[in-house]
């Protein structure tokens, strides 16, 4: 599975959009783009995946570069329950997700 | 229930016993998945079961960890003669058959050992 890369912590002020970035530079062609959250002290919840197309969902946008060696999530109107670890993996299949450290998304009123 | 079910959600006990936990996966979903997850660090991989395959246990971290998943349903995850480096939050999720379905978990076990 290909590594990923993201910002251990970022700050996001409630009703704006939030957009985390993850380098995937290495991602090979079958591999997905996975998004997760965590939640303190609860388990990680599935966002959203994408392949090579840009996705939407009722919880957020992928964005997926052309080169799809970068991608960026997007939740439109932040509010203060999107505060959470968010969790960029790369992989082809839903098998065995190598997870990394995340980002700390901190919703500020 | 409409997602994964964990038992008992926190287990305090001495070194040197031994603890099963429990998961109850989402009704119809064909592959288990365990998870360790320590305090501030992402999800370390322990064991993988998908219908009638025999499990991937490569993440298991010593042989004193082994898991079973009767009926195609329930998992318990043991661990023998617990160590104090086993404390951490043991998740479970499930998954549909066929690649790329995403995986659900439950709220995990937090596990500590005195």
């Known amino acids: 599975d290909a590594k990923t890369t993201q910002p251990p912590s970022m700050d996001c002020a409630e009703g704006r959009a939030a957009n985390l970035p993850c380098n995937h530079s290495?991602?090979?062609?079958?591999?997905?783009v996975y998004w997760y959250r965590q939640i303190h002290s609860q388990g990680p919840q599935y966002i959203i995946h994408g392949l090579k197309n840009n996705e939407t969902n009722e919880m957020a946008s992928l964005i997926i570069t052309e080169d799809r060696k970068s991608s960026t999530l997007i939740l439109p109107h932040a509010t203060l329950r999107d505060t959470a670890v968010y969790y960029c993996i790369a992989s082809d299949s839903n098998y065995q997700l190598i997870w990394g450290a995340g980002t700390k998304l901190i919703i500020k009123p | 229930g409409a997602g994964v079910s964990q038992s008992p959600s926190n287990k305090v006990t001495e070194k040197g016993k031994d603890v099963e936990l429990r998961c109850d996966p989402i009704s119809g979903h064909t592959a288990l998945y365990w998870y360790r997850q320590s305090l501030g660090q992402g999800l370390e991989f322990l064991i993988y079961f998908q219908g009638n395959s025999a499990p991937d246990k490569s993440g298991l971290p010593s042989d004193r960890f082994s898991a079973e998943r009767t009926g195609g349903s329930v998992s318990t995850l043991t661990i023998q003669r617990t160590q104090q480096e086993d404390s951490a939050v043991y998740l479970c999720a499930s998954t549909l058959l066929g690649s790329n379905q995403p995986q659900h978990f439950g709220d995990g076990t937090r596990l500590s050992i005195l």
């Open positions: 290495t991602i090979s062609g079958n591999e997905y």
